[in-house]
């Protein structure tokens, strides 16, 4: 299984803005990060916010490039640009998830 994104398969569109990060699935993404971390294949079948999890664990213990690639970059550059903003992360997303189920997005 490739870190790489396949634009052909939703479940593997790297995630780029803080919507994209709120509409993930929390509980599926520390799974990702875990297995990712311990060296663990990433199988097809997996969701899109596993993947994500998998990448960043994958990454943050050196089994995949440690700089990340420009998807982790412009991820990062549009949520905490300069560093700024990554302390009320957590309110953010939760401000996005609010409005994703005012819209009927999320549950």
């Given at each position: ?7 052909k ?7 780029t ?7 993930l699935?929390d ?14 294949p990433c ?9 994500h999890?998998w ?9 995949r490039?440690r700089?990340g ?5 412009l991820l ?8 700024r903003?990554?302390?009320?992360l957590?309110?953010r997303?939760e401000q ?12």
């Amino acid at each position: 299984m490739t870190t790489e994104p396949d634009f052909k398969n939703p479940n593997r569109e790297p995630v780029t803005t803080l919507m994209d990060l709120a509409r993930l699935n929390d509980d599926e993404m520390a799974d990702g990060y875990r297995d990712g971390s311990e060296g663990l294949p990433c199988g097809d079948n997996r969701s899109r916010s596993y993947w994500h999890g998998w990448r960043n664990g994958a990454r943050d213990h050196g089994h995949r490039d440690r700089d990340g690639d420009m998807w982790d970059a412009l991820l990062v550059g549009g949520i905490a640009p300069g560093g700024r903003g990554v302390a009320d992360l957590p309110a953010r997303i939760e401000q996005c998830r609010k409005l994703l189920r005012e819209m009927g997005e999320l549950a």
